[in-house]
C-alpha cells in the first residue's frame, strides 16, 4: 500500500512539472530573473551612495535584486555600451563620443539622470595647517610647480601629490575643471578609489589629495579660494548647493534609453525624498529643490 501511495505521488509530481512547463515557455524563468534583478556599474564616488539605495531599495521591494559595482565611471559607461549593465553611475557627463556609442550599439539615445550634488574636496592630513588654497594653488601643485608647502602658507616639507586613475570621472572633471587640462606632474600617484587617496593622506603629513566630500573622514578638507581676492570657502551642503564652494558637480546615473521597469522604479525612489534623504546620509548632498 505504501508503495502504491509513492508511485502515485510521484505520477502526480511529474503530471505538475509537466503542467508547469506548459505553462512557462522556454527561457521564461531567465526573463523573469532578468526582470527583477538590476546591474549598477561604474563610479567609485558613487558606490556608498548606488549601496546605500539598492539596500533602501530592496527592503522596500521583496524579490528585486540590485547589484551594485565600481570600477570607475569610464568602467560603467563602457558597460553601458557594451549592455553589461542596466544603469551606469559616472562622476562627470558622459562624453559626445560615448553617447553615440551608446546609441550606435545599443540603439537607443544615453539617458542622463542627475542623483546627487558633490563637492570635490581637497585633503591634507590632519596635522598640516595650510589655511587655504586658491584653484590656481591646486593646479599648480598638481603640475609639479610648486614642490614645498612652504610655497602655499604650509610647514616646510615636500608636497607628495596622489591622484586618481584616469579611468575615473572625479580625475577627469578635476583636470578639465581645475587642471585647465594640463598634464598632472608624473611624480603624482594614482589610486585606484578616493577612499585609497584617503588613506594615503591619513598616513602621509605632507600628502595632497582630493575626491568626493562623502569620503573625507580621518583627514582635513582645505577651504578653496576661486582666485586670491575671493573668500575661502569649505565644502558642505550649504556652499554645494548655492554654488559657492568653486569645485563642486553633479553625480549621474546613465541608462541606455527611457527606463522602463525595475530600473525606472530604482531611478524614481533615488530622486524620491527618502533617496535624496539618504544621499545626504552618506555624504553627498541632495539636489537642488526645482521650482514648482
Not at 18 to 24: A, N, V, Y
Not at 32 to 41: E, G, M, Q, V, Y
Not at 201 to 206: F, L, N, T, W
Amino acid at each position: 500500500m505504501r508503495r502504491t501511495a509513492t508511485l502515485l505521488l510521484a505520477a502526480l509530481v511529474a503530471l505538475g512539472a509537466c503542467s508547469r512547463d506548459r505553462q512557462q515557455p522556454a527561457g521564461q524563468g531567465e526573463t523573469n530573473r532578468r526582470a527583477s534583478t538590476l546591474t549598477i556599474k561604474g563610479s567609485d564616488t558613487l558606490v556608498m551612495l548606488a549601496q546605500r539605495l539598492a539596500e533602501a531599495f530592496m527592503h522596500k521591494n521583496p524579490g528585486l535584486t540590485v547589484q551594485v559595482t565600481g570600477g570607475g565611471s569610464g568602467t560603467g559607461i563602457a558597460a553601458l555600451i557594451n549592455g553589461t549593465t542596466e544603469i551606469a553611475t559616472a562622476s562627470r557627463p558622459m562624453k559626445e563620443s560615448e553617447k553615440a556609442q551608446v546609441q550606435a550599439r545599443r540603439e537607443r539615445p544615453a539617458v542622463e539622470h542627475a542623483v546627487a550634488l558633490d563637492g570635490i574636496a581637497i585633503y591634507v592630513h590632519e596635522s598640516n595647517p595650510v589655511p587655504h588654497l586658491t584653484l590656481d594653488q591646486i593646479k599648480r601643485i598638481y603640475e609639479g610647480r610648486i614642490k614645498d608647502w612652504s610655497e602655499v602658507g604650509g610647514p616646510a616639507g615636500r608636497i607628495t601629490l596622489y591622484s586618481r586613475e584616469n579611468n575615473s570621472g572625479t580625475y577627469a572633471y578635476f583636470k578639465e575643471e581645475v587642471m585647465d587640462d594640463e598634464d598632472f606632474d608624473p611624480r603624482a600617484q594614482t589610486l585606484p578609489g578616493t577612499s585609497a587617496v584617503v588613506n594615503a593622506i591619513a598616513k602621509d603629513p605632507r600628502g595632497i589629495g582630493f575626491g568626493g566630500i562623502a569620503f573625507g573622514s580621518g583627514i582635513r578638507t582645505v577651504p578653496v579660494k576661486k582666485d586670491e581676492q575671493a573668500e575661502a570657502v569649505a565644502p558642505s551642503l550649504e556652499t554645494v548647493t548655492n554654488g559657492t564652494y568653486p569645485i563642486s558637480r553633479k553625480l549621474f546615473m546613465y541608462t541606455a534609453g527611457e527606463p522602463t521597469g525595475i530600473v525606472a522604479q530604482f531611478l524614481e525612489f533615488a530622486l524620491s525624498p527618502e533617496g535624496q534623504a539618504l544621499a545626504e546620509k552618506a555624504g553627498y548632498y541632495p539636489l537642488r529643490p526645482t521650482a514648482p
